[in-house]
C-alpha cells in the first residue's frame, strides 16, 4: 500500500484469492442443450476453494441458465470461447466428446521471437510438477503424450502471433509447448521469464473458435469468438 497525499492506494491480494473480472460472460449461441459464451480473461471457469474465488463462469452463467454445467474449462487468464452443457444428460453427452477428441479447438497466441517455420507441430510429454504446483512440466517418464499444431499468422516486432490447435487436453498445454518451442507466450506469468511476462498487459491467449457435433441433432456446430488482440 502506497501512502502520501497524492498516492493512490493499492491492495495486494494473497495468492489463493484471483482477481475477477467485471467484464460479463457473454452468451454466444443457446439452445435447450448447451450454450457457446465467451469468458473473459481474469474469471475463473469453476469456482476455487476459497469462498472468496465463488465468482466465476459458470455461477454468473447459473442465474441465468439455472441449468448450466461445466464441460471443460479455460484457464482463469485465457479469454475465448467455451461449451456449456445444459442439464446431466447433454453434460455426459458433451463430455464424451472431449473424451474421444471430437471437439476441435482452436487458440490465437502471440508469442515472444520469430517462429520460423510456418506451420508444425509440437509434441512434448506433459506431467505434474509436484514440487511446483500448479505448474506441469515435461516428462519422458510420467508425462502424458500431448499434441499440438500451430501455424504462423504474422510476424511483427520481433513477435509472432500464432494459431494453436491442440489435439490433447492437457493442462496449460498451450502455455508448456510454446515454451519448450523456445517462444514463450507473451504475458505469461507461469513460463515465461519476467521479460516477456511484462511485454503484455494480459496473458496473450484466446480461444477463438470450438467445433463439434450437437448431442441432440448430430448436425456441426461451429462458434467463434474474434480475438481481442
Known sequence: MTTGSDAQET???PPYIVPHSPEPVRVIYADDDLLLIRKPDLLLSVPGRHPLNYDCMITRLQERFPDALVVHRLDLDTSGIMMVARGKASQGALSRLFQERAVEKHYRAWVAGTVTADEGKVEFPIARDWENRPLQKICAKTGKKSLTYF???NRKDGNSLLELQPATGRTHQLRIHCREMGH???????YAPPAILGAAPRLML???RIAFAHPSTGRKIVGHCPAPF
Do not use: N, S
Not at 514463450?184 to 507461469?190: F, N
Open 206 to 208: 484466446h480461444a477463438t
Open 11 to 13: 491492495l495486494e491480494l
Open 151 to 153: 501455424k504462423v499468422l
Open 184 to 190: 514463450p507466450i507473451l504475458g505469461c506469468d507461469m
